[in-house]
């Protein structure tokens, strides 16, 4: 999120848990409110190299942009950026939401591997998600592996989480992540974040070392969710 004063201490929340990739949702680029500072560039300065960030605009904001990130400390090889048609009425006015892959392995491996970062919103997610899922079945080739990561704003309780999750294992992803809240700050907390992997052949998922929740408090309104 907006928290411009934090963006060190997350960037040595970052080194600290070891991680290679990390999904950022509610990202400012260049937004009075934050500083005016590009968050994902700070954020990839402050961690060092070679960790690098790449940004996707959901919507221009007060003369800045705002949307999601990807950082990681490997190679991209390429980077893909996409905007659903289907957008989400809450809050007013109706706010575009946005996904963004990385390549991390070069276009000519036979084993590829992907990362994509999404922010779903809360009364289109479903429209949103299918859209999202033909993006990567268009762009990605169906040997690659995937990780899909961020903020679906859907909870295992609701009926959408179940609609979602027939997707999900429709296209060959399965969660991983630890079923812990991650959204403390509503007033029902849950998890709404959520880690995702395809993992077709040559792939296997070995199985997971670590499936934990970091605290994200002061840092952001959400906890994160982390998978090794």
Not at 59 to 64: C, D, Q, R, S
Not at 118 to 147: N, R, S
Not at 212 to 222: E, K
Request: a negative charge; one cysteine or more.
């Amino acid at each position: 999120g907006h928290y411009a004063g934090n963006l060190r201490r997350i960037a040595r929340c970052i080194a600290d848990c070891g991680a290679d990739v990390v999904a950022l949702q509610e990202v400012d680029v260049n937004v009075p409110r934050s500083q005016i500072v590009e968050q994902p560039t700070l954020l990839s300065d402050a961690l060092g190299r070679p960790w690098r960030g790449e940004f996707v605009e959901s919507i221009p904001l007060a003369g800045g942009e705002y949307g999601n990130a990807i950082l990681s400390r490997r190679p991209a090889f390429g980077v893909h950026r996409w905007l659903f048609d289907a957008r989400d009425q809450r809050p007013e006015p109706a706010e575009t939401r946005s996904a963004i892959a990385m390549q991390l392995t070069p276009p000519d491996d036979v084993a590829q591997l992907w990362v994509v970062c999404t922010h779903l919103g809360f009364t289109q997610g479903a429209a949103q998600l299918d859209e999202l899922l033909a993006h990567i079945h268009d762009t990605i080739p169906p040997t690659a592996a995937v990780v899909l990561l961020g903020d679906f704003n859907t909870y295992p309780a609701d009926d959408r989480y179940t609609r979602m999750v027939e997707a999900w294992e429709t296209a060959g992803f399965h969660d991983m992540g630890p079923p812990d809240i991650t959204f403390p700050a509503a007033e029902e907390p849950r998890k709404i974040d959520y880690v995702l992997v395809r993992a077709p052949r040559p792939w296997r998922i070995a199985g997971t070392t670590a499936r934990q929740i970091i605290d994200g408090t002061g840092l952001s309104d959400h906890h994160a969710l982390f998978v090794d």
